[in-house]
């Protein structure tokens, strides 16, 4: 019998690395875009999610604009939990607190509006929006 594999695409800093540390890789593959070949993607990254279908109970996703719009044209529904817009500042911080490079922080800072606002319309997803002090481990 096949696993039914429950897709999560989930914001910078909610706590993917942190689950999948105490979850353990049975119940969980954290699928790191950053380490797929730009050249091919996303169609590689869907590859591999659809080629771990049913050997995970949770796939741990990127959530970035392609990927999601690579989700949906592929017909595989996912869960996209993301912060509320108003905690932008508890954000920036964890980015810091975990050692994130300037760069880094500074582009999510400059385009938090406009990258959560796209993952509140996006759609084919289920939406779960993380308030201030949750993580991923606490709504999953």
Not at 1 to 8: G, H, P
Not at 74 to 80: E, Q
Not at 104 to 126: C, H, P, R, T, Y
Request: hydrophobic share 30%; aromatic share 10%.
């Amino acid at each position: 019998m096949t696993k039914e594999t429950k897709l999560i695409s989930a914001f910078p800093g909610v706590g993917k690395s942190h689950l999948y540390k105490n979850k353990g890789n049975k119940i969980i593959l954290d699928s790191d875009s950053s380490k797929f070949d730009k050249k091919n993607f996303p169609k590689n990254y869907i590859k591999h999610i659809k080629n771990n279908m049913g050997k995970a109970d949770i796939i741990l996703i990127s959530s970035h604009d392609v990927v999601r719009d690579a989700l949906v044209t592929n017909n595989l529904y996912f869960t996209l939990v993301y912060p509320d817009k108003s905690i932008k500042d508890e954000y920036i911080q964890r980015y810091r607190d975990r050692g994130n490079k300037d760069n880094f922080v500074k582009l999510l800072e400059d385009n938090w509006d406009s990258w959560i606002s796209d993952m509140e319309n996006q759609k084919g997803a289920e939406h779960i929006k993380l308030q201030s002090g949750q993580y991923l481990s606490d709504v999953i």
